[in-house]
C-alpha cells in the first residue's frame, strides 16, 4: 500500500477507501458464493446417499434372509446374479461388494473384484459404523453401505455400494452455471456502486477525510453488499430447486419402487389392494424419514385414492408417479409429491451463517475504514492508529482455528482410531498458552532492542510458518510443535504491538493507545471464529490453518508501512522484575485475593469453557464447527458492547468490587446453563452468559489492582505491579484447558460445565470476604463496608 | 503335528488340542484349521431325527471351515434309548457333544444339581440347543454360566418382543392367554405377560386347564375356555411355548379362527399348527448359534462354563397365510418385508 500512495500522491485516503470497499465486497462475494455452494452439494449428496442406500438395504435384507436360511455367505452362488440385479436398479450405482470383516470381497457384481480387499478406510469406517448405514469418499467415488448380521448378531459382512459422484458433479455444474455469473453481477454491482458511493463521500469529505466519521463510509459499503447479498440468495434458491427437485423426484420414485414391491409382495399373498393394511402407517414412516416428500398416496386402477399421507399438494407440485403393476396388469400407482418449501428451508437453513457472514462484513469494513481514515495524513496520532490493521489481521488469523482447533488435535492423535484422552486435546491449546504467558516479557525487551518494526515482521513470519507446519501437521507430536511455533510469533507480535503502542502513545496518551490496541484484538475476536468455523466445516480444518498462514503473510504488508523508530522513551523496561517481585505483591492479601479468586477462575473459566469444552462439545453433540464459531463470536460481540459500558459504569471500589463478583457469578451461571438446558439453548446462554461476565469485570478488575496495590506501585512502579498481575493472568490461561481436561475426563461434559460453573460462584463468594476485611485506606474501607 | 495326538486318553487329547487351535487361530488369523490336522469328532444327539439344527450347525462349521466328523446318536422319542447312547459316546470319546432339546439335554448331561458319572456324560464338554427354558429344566443354575462343562443355546424370543411384534400385526388393549398350570414355563411366561400388561397399560384375561387328580392337564374343555375369553373381549390369544396345549392347539386354533380372534405364537409348531402369526426361531439359525458356540470352546479355547447360555438376537416373524386370508387380517404392508409368510401345502 506504500506503492499506492506514492503513485496517486495527493488523494491516497480516497484510493484506500475504495480498495477497502472492494475487499470487503469480495469477501462477502467469496463467503456467499462458498456458503451456497456447500449447502447445495451437502444437499444433493444426501439425496443421492440415500437413494443409494435404499437399494442397499434392501440388499442386504435379501442376503440376510438367504444366510438365515443356512445358506452361508460365500457359498451363496446366486450372490453375483443378487448382486448385479440390484445393481441396475439406479444407473447412479456403479459396483456392489460383499466383504468380510477382514476387508476381502467374497462377492461383487463385477465378478473379476471378488477375491480383491477394499480399501483399508473403507473398511474401518464400515467396521465402526455398527447398526447405522456408513459411507465414505474415495478418491472421485464414493461409497455407502450397510452392515450384514446373521440371526445371533454377528457380524458376517459389509455391503459396499460404490457409486460415481458424476450425477453430484453434472448437477454442481449445472448450478454453477447459474450461480457463478449471478455472483459475478450481484456482487460486480455491489462494488461499482460502493465504489460510487465511497469516492462521493471522500469527495465531500475532502477537506475533512483524515479522522472523519468511519459510519458513512462503512455503510457505503456495506448496503449494497446487502442487497447483492439478497438478490443472490433468490438467484440461490431458483439454483438449488433447478437441481434439488429432479434428485428428490428421483429418490422419491426410488424409495416408492420399495413400497411397491411390497404391495405386490401383499396381493402375491392373496390380499386385495384395497383391502391392505397399515399402508398409511408405511407411508407416514417413509415421509418422517425423508421429511422432503410432503405427500404420499396410493391410488387404484380408476384414480381412487385409497391410501394417502400427508397434506394433499395444489397443482403445482411436483410429484413422482409410482406405476403399481402385476405382469402386465395394471392396478395403481403410488404418488408422491415433493414439499415446495423443502428447497427455501435449506436457504433459509442457510441464513445464520450469512447473518454471521454481514456482522463479520460490519466489523470488517469498520475496522478497514477506521484503519483508512485514522491513518490518513494528517489525523491525530495517526502512526499510533497504523498498528491496529496489522494487529487486527495478525490475531483474526490465530481466532480462526478457536473453534476447530481442539478437534483437530483430537483428529490427529487419534490418528482415525476411535476417542482421545480429553486431556491430550487439551496440552498444545495450555502449551500455546504457557509460551505466550512466559515469551512475553523477554520477547518485549527484544523488540525493544531490535525494533518493534522489526520484531513485528519477524513474528507475522514466524506465525505463518507455524500455521502452515500445523496445517501439515500428520500427528500430535509435530502439531505441538507447530502450535509452540504459532505461539511465540504470537508472542512476539503481542509484545512487540503492545511495546510500540506505548512508544507511539507515550506516557500521556497510553490509555487510549491501549484501546486502540485491545479494539483491533476484540474485532478479530468478532470476526476470526465464526469465519473461521465456516471454512473448518467447508474447506477444511488443513485449509482453514492455511487462511490463517495467508492472514499472517497478509498483516506483513501494514507492518511494512509501520514507523521505524517510536517517539517516546519506553517504560516497559521496568517489567524487569522477576519471580521475587511477584512473591513480593502476593504478601499483599487483598492483591493475592483478587487474583487467586477472581483474575485467574475468570481466565480459566475464558480458555477452558470457550476456547476448549465449548468446540469439543459443541462437535461431540453433532453440530458443526460453524456453530462453535457463531458461540465464540457471540462472547465477543457481547465483550464489544458491553466492556465499553461497564468501564463507563465502573467508579468506586465498591462497585468495581461489586462488578468483579457480578462478574464471576454471571459466567458461573453460564456453566449451570448448559449443565441444565441441552445442547444448543444452553450453549447459547453459555457463551452470553460468559461475554457478559467477562464484560463486567475486565476494566474493573485492572483498577482494581491499582487500588489495591497503591503502596507496591508507589515503590515498584506501575508496569511492574501490572506486567506480574497480567503474569498470573496468563498462568490461568494455561490452566483453564488442563483444569477443563481432567473434568471432562472424570464427570462428562454436563460435570466438567457445572463443576467449573460452581467453582466460579465460589470464587466469587470467597472474593467477596477476601477483599472485605478491614482494609489499609479508611475511605477504601467505608467504601466496601456500604 | 499328528504324531502328537494320542488316541485314547480323550482328556490329554483336549488338551492337546486345545493348544494347538490356539496356534491356529494366533498364526494364520482365522479359525481355519491346518488341512493335513485331523478333523474334530462331534457326538449328536437327536430325539426325533435330524432337523433344520443339524443343517445350521453343519453350515456354520462348513462356512467357518472347520473340518468336523458328526457322530449321530438318535433315541427316537423313547427315553429308554438314552443309557445306551451314553454308553456309545463313552466309547467313541469325541471332543464335544450336541444334545437336542429338554429331554436329551436332561439325559444326557443330567440337571446340574444332580449329575450322576455313571448315567450322565461328565468328562466331554457339550453344548445343548432348542432347550426353552434351560433354567427351569434345572440343566443350568443360570443363564449366565452352567458352572460344569456345558453351555446352549434357547431357541425363545424375549416375551416383550413377541408383543411388540403383536400390537404391530393389530393393536390391542385386551390379551387372553391359555395355559397348563402345571408346566413351569408356561407359568413363567404368564407371569412375565402380566407384568409387561401393567407396565405397557393392556389387561390380559387369562385360562388354565384344569388338573385332573394325578396332577395332569385336562383339555376336554378347551374350548370352552376360548369362548370364555372372547366373551371377555381380547382382542389377542397368545400362546406360551406349552407343551399340553401344543398337543390340542390345532383344533383350539381353528375354533379361534371361527371366533375371528387373531391368535400370536410363541413357538414354531404352534404357527404350524395353525395360529395367525407368531415370532420364532429359525431352527437353521438355533443350529447356526450352537455351532459357534462349539467353535469358542474347540478352537476358541474356552471353557464351556465360561459362555453364558443365549438366545438368538434376531427372530423370524411367520405369518399363516391361509389364517389371515380366512379372518381378513392381512399383516401390515411394512411387515411383508421382514416377515416370512407360511404357505402349508393343503
Redesign the interface.
Known sequence: MPGVEEQTGKRPGVIRLVVVALVVCLFGALMSTLLTRAKLQDGLSQIVEARVLAAGRELA?SVERAQ????????LDTLPALLERHRAVDPLIGTIDVFDE?GQVIASSEPARAGAAVPDAVRRVAERAGETPWSAELDGERVAGVTL??????VIGHVGLRYAEDELTRAMDAADGRLLPAAALYFGLAAVISFVAVTWLARRERHALAGASQWPFALACLLPLLCAMAAFGLVAREAFSEQLTPQALRKATTLGAG?AE??G??RQ???AFE?????E??LS?LRARNPEVAFAAARDAGGQMLFSDGQAPDDAADTAIVPLVDGSESYGRLVFAIDPAFVSDMIGEMAIDVAVVLVVALVLAGELVRHVTGTAGGAPAAPLMRIRAPVFTFILAEELTRPCLPSYIGRLASDGAGAVAPLVVSLPIALFMLIVALGQPVLGRWSERIGRRRALLTGALVGAVGFVGSGFSQGLYDLIAWRAVCALGYAVVFSAGQGYVLEQAGEAGRTRGFAVFVGAIMAATVCGPSIGGILADQLGQRATFLVSALLCIAALVPMWGLAGRGGAAPQVASQREGFGGLVRLLANRRFAALTCFAAIPAKVLLIGVLFYLVPLYVVDLGHGQAMAGRLIMLYGLLMVLLVPVAARHGEGFARRVALVGGGLAASGAGGFAVAAMPDLAGLFALAALLGLGQALSISAQAALVGELCRDEIASHGVDAVYGAYRMLERLGNVAGPLVAGVLVASTGYAGAFAILGGGALACALLLRLGLSEPAVLPAVAGEAGR | MSEGICFGASAGRRRFLTAASGLALASAAGPLLAGAERPLRIAIVNYRGRTRVEDGFETYLAARRIRAEILWHDIARDKQRLPGVVEAIRAQAPDLVVTWGTTVSLGVLGPYDGVDPVRHITDIPAVFTLVADPVGARLVPAMASSGRGVTGVTHMAPVDAQLRAMRAYRPFRKLGLIYSPNEKNSRLVAARVAELGRTDGFTVAERTFPLDADGRPDGSGATGLLDALKADGVEWLYLPPDSYLTTLARDLLARAAELGVPTFASTEALVKAGALTGVVSRYERVGQFTAYKAEQILLGGRAPASIPVETLSRFSLQVNLPVARRMGLPPPLAMFDYAELLEPEG
Open positions: 435384507r438365515g436360511l443356512g445358506l452361508n455367505l460365500a457359498e477382514a448380521r446373521t440371526g445371533f448378531g454377528l413400497v411390497l404391495v409382495e401383499a399373498a392373496g390380499f383391502s391392505l393394511y397399515g399402508v402407517a408405511a414412516e
